[in-house]
């Protein structure tokens, strides 16, 4: 067991430590569990040596696998199931020479794990997020340092590819899903997807000896990863606040949470301007680092490579049109409007733990919604450890000068009104284009003639061939009914016993020592 | 010490122009719609009179609003109008150095139009639930065919702020068959942004099915009267943004200000010209099914990725 600390692990260490401690103060701190996945996170994050490293990995997935036990026994076979995988991809790629064949298998080994947080069942914030970002932080391990000398500008492609092949089904799950953590799982898979195409591109300006579009990339990689992780919690707890509160996550039976539950609701709006990526958000510097990666590398390198930069940035752009019109959804369905059940009317406010959990992630996105270019100094080091001549620009993007033009348009505009409008203002029944006011025994108005998440998503899904059973014949709902089809089998696997199951998982690990210590 | 003050005065004038030509432009476009349909049409100033009266009128609140009712209008208002003031009009080197970066651009329209879609589902209601989903939709093809366009831009002019792609667009000027492309497909999302397309219902129908304007339809008062100027608003910002990028010539120079009359001369001859190039595109099409605009999206889309693909060719060709 060797530990040691560079710059790479540290970030990734302050990237954990608020997730775990808002995953802590959100309802799990008795667990000892929840300990133990953060322990084994942590080995991970600070292993000297491949074997404690894997071993770390593997005790993580235990650890998560346990943990889903607990909260959900029917959703936790696929934990052990992809932790072994990793496991045995991982331990074939220490012993293979720094390669093409050892690249992809920490790729399939980490991207199996990383792809664990998209599954539905799995929003929770410690399984999601801590499993996430050490998949990412194993990848780039590997790919930049581990490996470094025998990069090959292909690698950077197979990433990008993959990235892309994240980004677009889950972002158009995000609007299509009308469970709120099922949209909250898709926009994870888009953001893990986001984070490979700035890996790959990277890792392909790394192989071709472009220090300035690596530098670049490697920013708008590694500030997402930060950003998400402060964020992506903070969706999924106050998610888990309403389902406290109502009873449901469905959309379709929420509506008027801001006014039950104001504290949540204003946070969830945050965290939601951060995961659409709009400017003054905590989002808007990682994305607008990212787009400039992909226009400069765009510029350079063969033709069809530049061809398929374009088509990726068109692809970027459906995606971030694509969260803004999820998380407009989200926010407007859930939280504005009239509540579509008397659960969502009596809804309150949660206190304690939740609420401090969310606030303190909130707080911590201050700095990166204003000045992101004050963390990226911090981040210097580690970008200069991946990519070693890289020389980081300063961001383009000034979000305190953007805020005072906005504030100086919008103040304008309020003392205008003040000083020349009529001052007044009038409680009435809302016009609803000329329609009456509903009934008495029906106080919020019939639910079914309000917007529904189903129908808001409605016109995207026809425009991309049918998400709908009513005409199931695109490639769209073939994909959801494999996928459908393959978590109804992983439910079906027939586990012997966790305890076996859990031993084997141990043996498994001891092995890895073994060897390690034999080498 | 001169020319910083020239430009800070530069920069407040074309605040002014901006913010003060807005609703004549809407006018103009009107009243060339109307002429091109055989009719006399309202006056060009119709629209200030709308916003004077507008002023006088009380502000109704629906009784199921939320406590962000207000802030929807506000929050468009202002993202529009720090994007209109970052685009280049009658002059280049104003004063907002760093901001005037496109994706910047974009971001601030993603956010227009996120608090704008908040706006319709606001209180709940089925028309601004719709038309919120319906822009949703449209909206997927524009932002990425306007990132292509000013990906083809900022290729052929190496450059990735809107000053950088003037200054490289005035140096080296020419009708590339590229920029053509690129200046056929941002018309077309300039047409699809600012509900130009005529989908089930054209602009002044009183159905409003599809018009940014179910979305404020339980807007009342001086909250309607910031949505209204926030449309106006983005039609100015889109009409300057491709006299800008596509017929940078003549541009004045902010620190320069004997150049400013023949540039604001110029701009506003772009304006009109753009202006009626538009209503004469939406007088000629007809109505189209709203889910057929996708796939006229869906080719502006193209023409984009053409436009990268025959610069890409240009450039291998030429170095």
């Given amino acids: ?519 | 010490m001169f020319q910083s003050l020239a430009r800070l005065l530069a920069t407040l004038l074309h605040a002014a122009l901006v913010f003060g030509l807005a609703p004549l432009l809407a006018g103009l476009i009107a009243k060339y719609r109307a002429r091109l349909l055989g009719r006399r049409g309202p006056s060009v100033l119709q629209p200030y009179h709308e916003l004077r009266r507008l002023l006088h009128k009380t502000t109704l609140l629906p009784e199921t609003m939320t406590e962000l009712f207000a802030l929807w209008p506000l929050v468009a208002f202002s993202a529009l109008a720090a994007a209109a003031l970052l685009i280049p009009g009658f002059c280049t080197g104003m004063l907002d150095p760093s901001l005037g970066d496109i994706i910047t651009l974009v971001g601030l329209l993603a956010l227009a139009r996120a608090a704008l879609l908040l706006a319709g589902l606001e209180t709940g209601f089925g028309f601004g639930g719709a038309t919120a989903a319906r822009i949703a939709l449209l909206s997927l093809f524009a932002e990425a065919i306007l990132l292509v366009v000013l990906l083809s831009l900022a290729l052929a002019t190496h450059a990735t702020t809107l000053n950088g792609i003037i200054r490289a667009q005035q140096a080296h000027p020419g009708a590339a068959v590229s920029l053509g492309f690129a200046l056929l497909s941002l018309l077309a999302v300039a047409l699809a942004e600012n509900d130009r397309i005529p989908a089930e219902s054209g602009g002044d129908d009183q159905e409003p099915a599809m018009a940014h304007a179910a979305l404020a339809l339980e807007y009342s008062g001086r909250y309607l009267l910031l949505l209204e100027y926030t449309t106006m608003l983005r039609l100015m910002l889109w009409i300057s943004l491709i006299a800008a990028l596509f017929f940078p010539f003549f541009m004045a120079r902010a620190a320069d200000p004997l150049t400013w009359p023949a540039g604001l001369i110029l701009w506003s001859a772009k304006l009109t010209v753009l202006a009626a190039a538009l209503s004469l595109f939406e007088v000629c099409t007809a109505r189209i099914r709203l889910f057929r605009v996708p796939e006229f999206l869906g080719l502006a889309m193209l023409l984009g990725i053409l436009s990268c693909v025959l610069l890409f060719i240009s450039q291998q060709a030429g170095g």
Wanted: aromatic share 6%; net charge positive.
């Fill in chain 1, 1 to 519: 067991m060797h530990l040691r600390m560079d710059p790479l692990s540290a970030l990734f260490l302050c990237i954990l430590v608020p997730q775990m401690l808002a995953a802590a103060l959100s309802g799990m701190r008795g667990s000892v569990v929840l300990w133990l996945f953060c322990a084994s996170l942590a080995l991970t994050l600070l292993a000297a040596t491949p074997f404690t490293l894997v071993f770390g990995l593997g005790l993580a997935g235990t650890a998560a696998w346990l943990l889903m036990l607990r909260l959900e026994r029917k959703a936790a076979a696929p934990y052990i199931g992809v932790a072994l995988f990793s496991v045995a991809c991982l331990i074939p790629a220490m012993f293979l020479p720094p390669g093409g064949l050892a690249f992809v298998l920490v790729l399939l080994g980490t991207g199996a794990m990383a792809g664990l947080a998209a599954l539905p069942q799995g929003a929770s914030v410690a399984l999601s997020g801590g499993l996430m970002n050490v998949s990412v932080y194993v990848l780039i391990r590997y790919g930049f340092i581990a490996f470094g000398a025998a990069t090959q500008p292909w690698w950077g492609l197979v990433l990008i590819i993959a990235g892309a092949a994240c980004v677009l089904p889950g972002a158009l799950g995000a609007i299509l899903e009308v469970d709120m953590s099922a949209v909250l799982a898709s926009t994870s898979l888009a953001q893990l997807g986001l984070t490979l195409v700035a890996l790959g591109i990277a890792l392909r300006a790394v192989a071709m000896h472009n220090p300035a579009l690596a530098a670049l990339a490697l920013q708008a990689a590694l500030l997402g990863t930060l950003a998400h992780a402060l964020f992506r919690p903070m969706l999924i707890i106050g998610a888990g606040a309403v389902r406290h509160a109502t009873g449901t996550n469905s959309l379709d039976w929420l509506g008027g949470l801001l006014r039950g539950m104001p504290r949540v609701g204003m946070l969830m709006l945050g965290a939601a301007a951060g995961m659409a990526s709009l400017p003054l958000g905590p989002g808007f510097a990682p994305e607008f680092l990212l787009l400039h990666a992909v226009i400069a590398a765009a510029g350079t390198g063969a033709i069809f490579a530049r061809i398929g930069f374009v088509a990726l940035l068109a692809a970027l752009g459906f995606s971030a049109a694509l969260a803004v019109g999820a998380m407009v959804r989200l926010i407007g369905l859930g939280f504005l409007g009239r509540p579509r059940s008397l659960r969502a009317a009596a809804a309150e406010d949660t206190g304690g733990g939740t609420l401090a959990a969310m606030a303190l992630l909130g707080v911590l996105c201050i700095p990166l919604a204003l000045l992101p270019g004050v963390v990226l100094g911090a981040l210097v080091p580690v970008i200069q450890l991946l990519a070693p001549q890289a020389d980081p620009l300063p961001l383009a993007y000034a979000p305190l000068s953007l805020a005072l033009l906005m504030a100086l348009c919008g103040g304008g505009a309020l003392l205008a009104l003040r000083r020349f409008a009529v001052r007044g203002t009038r409680e009435v029944v809302a016009w609803n284009g000329g329609f009456g006011r509903p009934p008495v025994w029906l106080p919020f108005g019939d639910p079914t003639t309000q917007p529904s998440a189903t129908g808001f998503a409605e016109p995207v899904a026809r425009a991309f061939g049918g998400w709908h059973p009513a005409n199931a014949g695109g490639g769209l709902a073939r994909l959801r009914r494999l996928r459908v089809r393959l978590s109804h089998a992983a439910r079906r696997i027939p586990l012997p016993s966790p305890l076996a199951l859990m031993l084997a998982a141990l043996a498994l690990c001891l092995l890895v020592l073994i060897l390690g210590q034999g080498s």
